[in-house]
Structure formats: C-alpha cells, structure tokens
Nanobody, 113 residues
Framework: QVQLVESGGGLVQPGGSLRLSCAAS????????LRWSRQVPGKAREWVAT?????TYADFVKGRFIIFRDDHNNMMYLYMNNLTPEDTAVYYC?????????WGQGTRVTVSS
C-alpha cells in the first residue's frame, strides 16, 4: 500500500528555518511525482511545491522553500527558510499513484514568537 509519513514539524521563530521529511513506502519515489501541500485549520488546503522532472513552487514560498528528493532512500524533504507566521499550517506530502492522489497524515508547523 502507498504510505507517506511526514515528520519534522514543530515550533519555530519568525525568520527561522525548518526541515520537513516525508518517508514513502509502497512505491518507488524515483518513478513518481512528489508534492507538498499545507492546510491552515478552517482553510482550504493549498499546494506548496512539486518535485517532478523539475521543481515548482507556489508563489508564496518561492525563494524561501526548497523541495528535495532522496530517491535512493525513498525520502522527500521540504527545506523551509525565512518562515513567517503565515506559514503556520499542517504540511502534507503526497504523490499520484495509478491516477490516484495519496497524502500523508501531515506534520504541524507553527511559526510564532
């Protein structure tokens, strides 16, 4: 079964950095698109970044976040820099497998003083 498990969330000060991890199982990451999304409670989930043949980013994280995949270890990461309180959300990693989208359980990031 496709499984995606996020980790690395926590509390960080504005302007700080954090690395999120995503451990994938049930498929070989090298063969699939990988994504990060996030959701603020009470708000719609929004796309953050995609790793495919190239990396693409939502405008609100461009220049601050970096998506990185380690296909040898079936891992994917989101390096977040210059964080702001508006980045506070639950972050999810996902993929599309056999035309179906899969997402992990999420990891919570809180950016606050």
């Amino acid at each position: 079964q496709v499984q995606l498990v996020e980790s690395g969330g926590g509390l960080v000060q504005p302007g700080g950095s954090l690395r999120l991890s995503c451990a994938a199982s049930g498929f070989k990451t090298v063969e699939y698109i990988l994504r990060w999304s996030r959701q603020v409670p009470g708000k719609a989930r929004e796309w953050v970044a995609t790793s495919d043949s190239d990396n693409t980013y939502a405008d609100f994280v461009k220049g601050r976040f970096i998506i990185f995949r380690d296909d040898h270890n079936n891992m994917m990461y989101l390096y977040m820099n210059n964080l702001t309180p508006e980045d506070t959300a639950v972050y999810y990693c996902g993929t599309t497998y056999n035309h179906e989208d899969f997402w992990g359980q999420g990891t919570r990031v809180t950016v606050s003083s």
